[in-house]
């Protein structure tokens, strides 16, 4: 066997390895629901940057603005009109389910300390929006 050969199978197997000890929940969605999530993902991602951004800057009333329209329980349901195959809500395991509800929970609860311009208090809060993104992160996976 080649050198080459050799060092290809050795990264095929530890990818192999690494794959069958993802500890990560696969919740399997239609290819609509999926899409559907990862694009509201990268909205979140953003999302937050602009809260974090705006809240380190004293605009704590903004922000709170902010975490409401595109994190917040206000948001919950936004893909209701949508076909049942692109809603990743109602693919989802219950407790999955409930982890995103908390986030969206989190955001509201943001929103209301961040809506008395309370920079301090808002800063102390700034963690709770990520709490919910790294459990769901660290239990569940889509493909
Ligand atoms: C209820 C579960 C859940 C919550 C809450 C959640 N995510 Fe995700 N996120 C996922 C899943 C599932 C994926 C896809 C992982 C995979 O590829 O298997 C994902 C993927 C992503 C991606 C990659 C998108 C892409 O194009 O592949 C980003 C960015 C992201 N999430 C950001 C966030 C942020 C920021 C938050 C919190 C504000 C958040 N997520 C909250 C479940 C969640």
Redesign the pocket.
């Known amino acids: 066997m080649t050198l080459r050969a050799a060092v290809t199978l050795a990264v095929l197997g530890l990818s192999a390895t690494a794959l069958a000890e993802d500890p ?1 929940q696969l ?1 399997k969605l239609p290819a609509p629901a999926e899409e559907t ?3 509201e ?2 909205d ?2 953003v ?2 940057n602009e809260i974090i951004t705006l809240t380190v800057a004293g605009k704590v009333k903004e922000a709170g603005v902010v975490a409401e329209k595109k ?1 917040g329980t206000s948001t919950m349901g936004q893909h209701r009109t949508k076909p049942l195959e692109a809603r990743p809500g109602p693919h ?1 395991p219950p407790a ?2 409930e ?2 509800r ?2 969206h929970q989190a ?1 509201t609860a943001f929103a209301g300390v961040a809506a008395t311009g309370d920079r301090e208090k808002a800063l102390a809060l700034l963690p709770t ?2 709490a ?2 790294i ?3 660290l239990a ?4």
Not at 140 to 143: L, N, Q
């Open positions: 990560r919740v999530l990862r694009q993902m990268r979140n991602l999302a937050l994190l989802m999955m389910h982890v995103g908390q986030g955001a929006l990520n919910a993104c459990s769901c992160h569940f996976r889509v493909r």
